[in-house]
């Protein structure tokens, strides 16, 4: 049986932009790969090219040298709007301000990409009420986000991102603005639902609890990775 | 498109202030176009209703009734030319008239009009002498069929024997008589004007499938250029102060309509600017351009399709309110139409404005932003 292609397949990346007369260098020759269920905690200080990194796998943006593959296919040369397509299709993202469409309901919220998309119907509606289910918000599904608690919402954020069943889902700092028994229902709830999917995730984090449910942590500053030991999943 | 509905709906106050002064700029824009309408026809009722493709002045008289003076040899040439059936006179005179129970300074400008041809809605024979056809305008005076006017100075009779509509002539109400009424109040009343054997003032022709204006160049040559003639649209056109309100009219509504532009184009640029992080969240999660913008224009077409119906409502209602003859205002189909449309454009041409800042929303600007 063959194995199943990477999640996330960054191959010799670089990512330089023209400051001036010289240049800035986010990004040096990162190499990193996701099997297909992996959760990657991502750390490292401002600065030091987090966002760059995900912006890049999550194909937001083209690297300026390197290879990318998400689920086995290569992103590397996709133009603005064949990346935007890969992006609907592909990947999922949970920002760090949740950014919830302030005039929607959580249903709504969760469909609002496939309404742009032209892509509702019986089908999509169902799985975002599955999702909904699943998360815990079966009763909320007409709240508007500015009836939802903070964690409620950021659990909408989280069903958004799934809705499209990709293969890569990117947490920027998902448990920043909870505080710590919000936080860890959160980060088990993060967990279970990428295991159960068997999606991939990069969780970019100074949360202690997520690198120590996270599979693997990785390190990055100055633009270089430096690899830490694998993790045991925490037990229970 | 679900979602910029939804959004109408269920922030209906965002919109509001902007809904609010494009409506105003709608019922302006369409009094302003029932008022070019009504006025153009006070002006040229006459001249439109008149059952000819040409009409021939004078030389020099640059279209004026009073200016032009045709001698029955003039008539005899253009006979000869189309052929003595489709040629008429037509002679007027502008007097005050005295209607019965009126003080004897409260006078009503009438143009009293001697013709040959019949207008639309009036029958073949023509008037009896002493007696004519009014413009609807004068009900609004109380006059009746059976009512007798005395014109002018001389106080010349002339019996109400019927209505008809849309005739009037330099905003006054018309009254259409036999040529020999004509020639009789006209003597009356300006001895220093008679117009002795067979003279009209003008010569309605009537086209025999030929284009009116070749007809009118026809006639020109015929009589060795004694004549003027223009076709009835180039003769509404040399009326004075027509072509002059017209274009005035004109950069009023021209202007207006640009001011919609503005309108539109600043409150969606400041929508879009509200939006910029929402944006660039749904771009990231795959939404494309197109269908964001999509989602702005139709917004901007709604809430001006809304504004126009408010405009449109309002000049009906003007229409409804005022009696005809007082105020000159006519809310055509075709005028509220076109103005509805003018205001559509003006939206989706504001709205472009805001295209470039929606296109430049960068996707990767929703990452770590703390905002």
Same mark, same amino acid.
Request: charged share 20%; with cysteine; glycine share 12%.
């Given at each position: ?10 191959? /010799? ?16 020759? &990162? ?11 991502? &750390? ?13 796998? /999550? ?12 689920? /086995? ?12 397509? =890969?992006? !609907? ?11 919830? &469409?302030? =005039? ?11 309404? @742009? ?18 998360? $815990? ?6 709240? @508007?986000?500015?009836?939802?608690? $903070? ?36 980060? !088990? ?14 969780? &970019? ?32 | ?36 309408? #009504? ?44 052929? +003595? ?17 009126? #003080? ?16 639309? *809605? ?7 002498? *002493? ?78 499938? +030929? ?99 408010? *405009? ?28 509805? #449309? ?30």
């Amino acid at each position: 049986m063959s194995q199943p292609a990477p999640a996330l397949r960054m191959q /010799g990346v670089r990512k330089v932009y023209p400051a001036g007369d010289d240049e800035v260098v986010a990004l040096d020759h &990162v190499n990193l790969t996701l099997r297909r269920d992996e959760i990657v905690a991502l &750390v490292g200080p401002s600065g030091s090219g987090k966002t760059t990194l995900c912006s890049i796998a /999550g194909a937001l943006l083209t690297p300026t040298e390197g290879e990318v593959e998400v689920g /086995g296919q290569r992103i590397t040369d996709l133009s603005g709007k064949g990346l935007t397509a =890969f992006r !609907r299709d592909s990947v999922g993202f949970v920002f760090q301000t949740v950014n919830l &469409v302030p =005039f929607l309901t959580a249903r709504e919220n969760l469909l609002v990409i496939d309404e @742009l998309s032209g892509r509702s119907g019986r089908k999509a509606r169902q799985r975002a009420d599955q999702l909904l289910e699943e998360l $815990g918000l079966a009763d909320k599904a007409d709240a @508007l986000p500015a009836q939802l608690s $903070g964690g409620q919402k950021q659990r909408v954020a989280i069903g958004r991102a799934l809705m499209n069943d990709p293969e890569l889902v990117l947490f920027d700092e998902p448990t920043s603005a909870l505080d710590s028994k919000l936080g860890d229902q959160v980060v !088990r709830l993060i967990r279970d639902e990428m295991k159960a999917r068997g999606t991939a995730a990069i969780i &970019v984090t100074h949360d202690e609890r997520i690198t120590h449910y996270a599979d693997r942590t990785v390190h990055i500053s100055d633009g270089h990775l430096d690899d830490a030991a694998d993790h045991a999943p925490a037990v229970g | 498109m679900t979602l910029a509905l939804r959004e109408l709906r269920r922030q209906p106050s965002r919109f509001a202030v902007a809904t609010l002064i494009l409506t105003l700029i709608a019922v302006l824009l369409m009094f302003l176009g029932g008022l070019l309408d #009504g006025l153009e026809a006070g002006s040229t009722g006459a001249l439109r209703q008149q059952p000819g493709d040409a009409i021939v002045f004078a030389e020099g008289a640059e279209g004026s009734f009073v200016r032009s003076r045709l001698p029955a040899e003039v008539r005899a040439a253009v006979a000869e030319v189309v052929g +003595e059936d489709r040629v008429g006179g037509l002679g007027s005179v502008q007097l005050g008239a005295r209607l019965d129970g009126r #003080g004897p300074r409260d006078l009503v400008p009438v143009v009293l009009f001697g013709y040959e041809l019949p207008l639309a *809605g009036l029958p073949e024979g023509g008037p009896g002498f *002493g007696e004519a056809y009014a413009d609807d305008a004068l009900r609004n005076e109380g006059v009746e069929v059976g009512d007798v006017l005395r014109l002018g100075p001389a106080r010349s009779e002339v019996e109400v024997v019927g209505f008809v509509s849309d005739t009037k002539y330099a905003q006054q109400a018309s009254l259409w008589a036999s040529l020999d009424t004509w020639r009789s109040v006209l003597a009356e009343n300006r001895p220093g004007a008679r117009l002795d054997g067979g003279a009209v003032q003008a010569l309605v022709v009537q086209a025999d499938g +030929e284009p009116a204006a070749a007809l009118a160049e026809r006639i020109d040559e015929a009589t060795g250029g004694v004549t003027d003639s223009y076709t009835i649209a180039g003769a509404i056109d040399a009326l004075p102060g027509v072509s002059q309100q017209r274009s005035t009219f004109a950069q009023i509504i021209g202007v207006t309509g640009v001011i919609a532009v503005v309108v539109v184009a600043l409150f969606f640029a400041l929508l879009t600017v509200e939006r910029t992080s929402l944006y660039g969240v749904l771009k990231a999660l795959g939404a494309g351009t197109g269908s964001i913008f999509a989602g702005v224009l139709l917004q901007a077409v709604v809430v001006t399709a809304a504004a126009s119906a408010v *405009g449109v409502g309002a000049a009906l209602l003007m229409d409804a309110l005022v009696p005809a003859g007082s105020l000159p205002f006519d809310a055509t189909p075709a005028r509220l139409a076109s103005s509805v #449309g003018y205001l559509l454009f003006a939206a989706v041409v504001g709205v472009a404005f805001s295209l470039r800042r929606v296109l430049r929303v960068d996707p990767a600007s929703a990452i770590g932003g703390a905002q």
